[in-house]
T-cell receptor
Framework: DTGVSQDPRHKITKRGQNVTFRCDPISEHNRLYWYRQTLGQGPEFLTYFQNEAQLEKSRLLSDRFSAERPKGSFSTLEIQRTEQGDSAMYLC????????????FGSGTQLSVL | KQEVTQIPAALSVPEGENLVLNCSFTDSAIYNLQWFRQDPGKGLTSLLLIQSSQREQTSGRLNASLDKSSGRSTLYIAASQPGDSATYLCAAIDQTGANNLFFGTGTRLTVIP
């Protein structure tokens, strides 16, 4: 068990490009969350999955954002037509149902949109 | 919507001092409250989780308390060390079924050797 893994650690892209991030949760965790964090702020909830089902999406998640979790294992977060305002740290977290919702976070993907 | 506030935003203390970080939340109907540590440019590390039925949790030099009626939690750090320097975030998970954490903006702690 190596914890929650996120890839890449850093991503620099030009405005208008599409980017995709990957998250591998702790193996027995059935819940997976995506958060976004900007400098000096706490993380903000984006979406979460229970197994392969996406159960909730924040209003922060515009139509340019899409997340998947095929087969209830790893998850991807895609941002289409990136904007400078998308620059942030994207954090993934996982937990197991019944574990008092104690979340384990990955190291995050830092996105910079130029 | 749950709002979480942390005071102070930044704190500097000399090594060895005991300190308290404060967290307040607006909706007392929480499922649990978690304290996290975040080092610059890194993800979050869970420190302590307090369930809504509990009053406090302890781990080593850390003690977290929860008072739901007043909407407050505190994180007490004993005998601070330079390695404790980081941003400390509290987060409340509510009972509405939203199943997500509402974070404060954090307290940036610097322990001076």
């Amino acid at each position: 068990d190596t914890g929650v893994s996120q890839d890449p650690r850093h991503k620099i892209t030009k405005r208008g490009q599409n980017v995709t991030f990957r998250c591998d949760p702790i193996s027995e965790h059935n819940r997976l969350y995506w958060y976004r964090q900007t400098l000096g702020q706490g993380p903000e909830f984006l979406t979460y999955f229970q197994n392969e089902a996406q159960l909730e999406k924040s209003r922060l998640l515009s139509d340019r954002f899409s997340a998947e979790r095929p087969k209830g294992s790893f998850s991807t977060l895609e941002i289409q037509r990136t904007e400078q305002g998308d620059s942030a740290m994207y954090l993934c977290a996982s937990t197991v149902t019944g574990g008092y919702e104690k979340l384990f976070f990955g190291s995050g993907t830092q996105l910079s949109v130029l | 919507k749950q709002e979480v506030t942390q005071i102070p935003a930044a704190l500097s203390v000399p090594e060895g001092e005991n300190l308290v970080l404060n967290c307040s939340f607006t909706d007392s109907a929480i499922y649990n409250l978690q304290w996290f540590r975040q080092d610059p440019g890194k993800g979050l590390t869970s420190l302590l989780l307090i369930q809504s039925s509990q009053r406090e949790q302890t781990s080593g030099r850390l003690n977290a308390s929860l008072d739901k009626s007043s909407g407050r939690s505190t994180l007490y750090i004993a005998a601070s060390q330079p390695g404790d320097s980081a941003t400390y975030l509290c987060a409340a998970i509510d009972q509405t079924g939203a199943n997500n954490l509402f974070f404060g903006t954090g307290t940036r702690l610097t322990v001076i050797p």
